[in-house]
């Protein structure tokens, strides 16, 4: 699950301290393990993910229809729906 070259990130990096709350820590431990990465890869990925979400591009807004077409409209109810299609 490294992403990164250990080399490098050992010239680039910064070293930190974060104080964790116990509980949260054995949540993130156990993640780690059951993920079969280190804590650190582990906490780095979720520091990536949330400076990332900023970044994603806006969502497009859906226009109606989605198809189009210049065949023939059919205009039913979905009474007129429910007499010719069998639904469970």
């Not at 804590?39 to 990536?48: A, H, M, N, Q």
């Not at 807004?61 to 210049?70: E, M, Q, R, Y």
């Not at 059919?74 to 010719?84: G, S």
Request: hydrophobic letters at 35%; aromatic letters at 6%.
């Amino acid at each position: 699950m490294a992403m990164w070259d250990n080399n490098c990130m050992k010239r680039e990096s910064v070293r930190t301290t974060v104080d964790i709350p116990a509980t949260l820590y054995r949540k993130l431990k156990e993640q780690a393990a059951a993920g079969g990465c280190s804590i650190r890869e582990l906490v780095l990925s979720g520091v990536r993910t949330v400076l990332l979400q900023g970044q994603r591009p806006k969502r497009k807004t859906v226009k109606f229809p989605l198809i189009v077409s210049d065949g023939p409209k059919v205009n039913l109810t979905n009474e007129q729906i429910y007499e010719h299609v069998e639904f469970p």
